[in-house]
């Protein structure tokens, strides 16, 4: 691999600066990863395991010595699950060992679709073969060898060599990534197409009091024979490996509550630039010569998680393919992620459900006329796979999953994938669903289980796939996980935590912008009905965080806010100031997205547990693509719109 290792330099030396602040001894060394999407019933261990620390992670794969550290305060909240991934981690405490193997054996039926999240896997592969060890000679320096096989295709994942330090750690081989919150969801990169060689450079341990954290990778992508390496204004196609540059930075400036941004570049490859300057150029001016030599996109992602009686973690990922007319903090071809998980539902069961939507030209709009795609396979969002190749069609997925520990021993996972592709495509596509159902249980040293997965593909093909799978479990797992510990745990801290419902009524204009060459027109104010439901939690004696989704009827059309961001102050029991920001969703013909924000006021307690508040909330640039026949056409592809409203609600905590 011939990497540019001094696109690097400037991070590094970002964050050796920082690092010294707060390092005043030896940092602790490297640490090796789990497992992504390999051996999914143990990973949901570990995100249990993280939302019960408080550990409000937006990124993937999992640092070992991440979850080692939130493993204390883990088990005062589940002291049997704590156990179960305490005693997986064993088999990193070596100099060197096996980490991970297992093999699958399927039996298949139907169509041949794109398994989700699987590496490029086939629906219709009869086995699935991965395994992954390392050695350790010292703490800074560690190396892994790992593979991936299945029918066609077999690849080094896990193949990485790791050295340096807790706050900067590099990694060069073939190392998975996955920038989102969401477990079955990634605008971003993921695991959807196979894994690419890398170089990457992070911490795991949080800097400063602010908990930051960064990622840097810069990766060389498959070959294409479909470049316009002489930019977009030429039909000459060339041939070439384009690279992928991604960076994560991340901060976490209370317990439970993160925010974080995420940006990848396409570039370079038959004879478009690929030097270090036009790379740090692109990176902070995603303008001009980022969108007619090369591809780009962007996220903003949060996590927040409620730590009451009953706690959960949500979380939100909103992602552009492009940017907007006033500004480049603006995203547009918009994205919206959001999901909640219950790590623990009355002892034995935990849930998480995911949506995600995006609208037109995902992965596919470039001078890569193969989109931002590996292999044929897109870099991110599974759904965006079950389509033709390169038909820029938006669409909604959703996934819910639940997870069972029954008495008799082992866990019992069902989940439920649908997508619904948008409807002026190049096919007129069905729906997808797939139903899979899997049982693991410990056996000895091993891992067994089976998993049952039906469904059918946009073309209205069914398939099925029945398989068995045995996986190394280690001496940890002679005897049965769940039965070994019987000691009570508690249901948490819930002081300072609330769950609130809001209902009211919203006064609203919306300023209307077509096309350029059409008047602009501003609406009358109208008035709707307005439904919030929430969650926060005290920081402090007087700041309050949390997270919300609204629902308003905003000139005959539904408007989907998700505040993912909402701060409040309060001034003894009586008053509060609020600050907020979020993601409009406007219901029209297709949906239009923007960032919006807002203050508020409560008058707290006027009933006890009963609140009555104003809000002011305002969203400009409120984009919706021209994709449909009966749009308006000219120079520009979007419509926009702006919107004012005042809300007045009654608000019930609990």
Known sequence: MAFRIKTFRVGLAVVVLAASATHGALADGVSAYIPLNLEPEMERQIERVLILADEPILKRPFAVALVQLALPKACERDKALCMKVKRYLERYSHDYGVTHASATGSLTHGADVTTPNARGMPSDSKYEISAQAFVQPNDYFLASAGVIAYKGRAMPTGTVLSFGFNWAQIDVGYRDHWFSPATDSTMMIGTEAPTMPSVTLSNYEPLTRL????????????????????????????RGNPKLFGAQFSIEPFSGWSLGLNRQLQYGGAGLPDSASFLARDFFKPGGQSQTQGNQEASYVSRFIFPGKTPFAFYVQYAGENTLNGGSYLLGESSLTAGIDFPKLWNYFDLTYETAEWQNSWYTNSVFLDGMTDNHFVLGQWGADQRIFNDGVGAR???????????????????????VNQNYGLYPYRHYLDVTVRYSRPWNEVTVGGEAVVGRDVYGESFSRLSAFVRYGGPQHAREDSSD???????????????????????????????????????KVNFGPHFAVGARRAVSDNNDLGVR????????????????????????????LSLFAGVNRYDLATPAYSLYGGLGGQWRNVLPKWDLGLDFRYAQNIARNHVLATDVQGVRPDSFYKIESLIGYISRHF
């Open 549 to 576: 989704v609204e629902v308003d009827q905003v000139d005959g059309h539904n408007l989907i806010g998700v505040r993912p961001v909402d701060y409040r102050y309060r001034f003894g029991d009586t008053f509060a």
């Open 211 to 238: 908990g930051f954290q960064y990622e840097f990778f810069l990766a060389r992508m498959a070959s294409s024979d479909h470049i316009l390496g002489q930019g977009q204004g030429t039909t000459e196609e060339g």
């Open 485 to 523: 510990d019987d000691t009570p745990t508690d249901n948490g801290d819930t002081y300072g935590t609330e769950l609130f419902v809001d209902a009211g009524a919203n006064a609203n204009q919306v300023r209307t912008d077509l096309e350029k060459g059409i008047p602009i027109t501003t609406s």
């Open 397 to 419: 997925s959703q996934m819910l999953r639940i997870g069972w520990e029954p008495p008799f021993g082992g866990y019992l996972e069902e989940r439920v994938r649908t997508l």
